[in-house]
């Protein structure tokens, strides 16, 4: 079943966010519609959100994949490891009271700090965001890389904020989001 009521358009990450500046969301929003089309979607394609939400929506970007464009991400785990963080930010953008304020450090365990959209204090870290990405997997992997992230989110359980995993699977598409 199709939510009319909910659109993820990839382009509005090239309007920025407190942590993202334009320039980063047009690329990991370029990057998500590059994954995408590999697989032969097209913009108006649904995407299922699971975990978190059981939603069905359709997901917009700007980008036709010409031979400039393949030619930029002709290293397809980078491609796939930003086009994941395109959707994943949009969709927790979209779905829920937090956004993007700052990309965290290597080593922390996790890739982004959110805070409340609405909060007197935006800039203020009330969750830890891990984003991965399969080109193109079966349920189990997704499954097994939902662990495997868990897992690392924990190296920095020590800030007692929640932790969301999104892992985002181009194929299908389908983009799993777990909050521990």
Known sequence: MMDNDVDINLEELSKGLPGLSSRIGSYLSEAGGYCLQKNSH????????QGLFDKSCRIYWKYNVSDQIKN??????????????????????KLTRYTVIKRSCKGTGFDYW?????????????ARLEVSGIMRGTEEEI??????KIDQTKQSDHLSIPAIIAITEFSHPVCNLVQR
């Open 42 to 49: 097209n913009p108006g394609s649904t995407l299922s959100i």
């Open 143 to 148: 499954k097994k890389r939902i662990k495997i």
């Open 72 to 93: 930029s991400y002709a290293d397809e785990q980078e491609a796939v490891e930003f086009g994941a963080c395109g959707i994943a930010i949009s969709t927790i953008v």
């Open 114 to 126: 959110l805070g409340e959209k609405e909060s007197d204090l935006p800039f203020e870290g009330n």
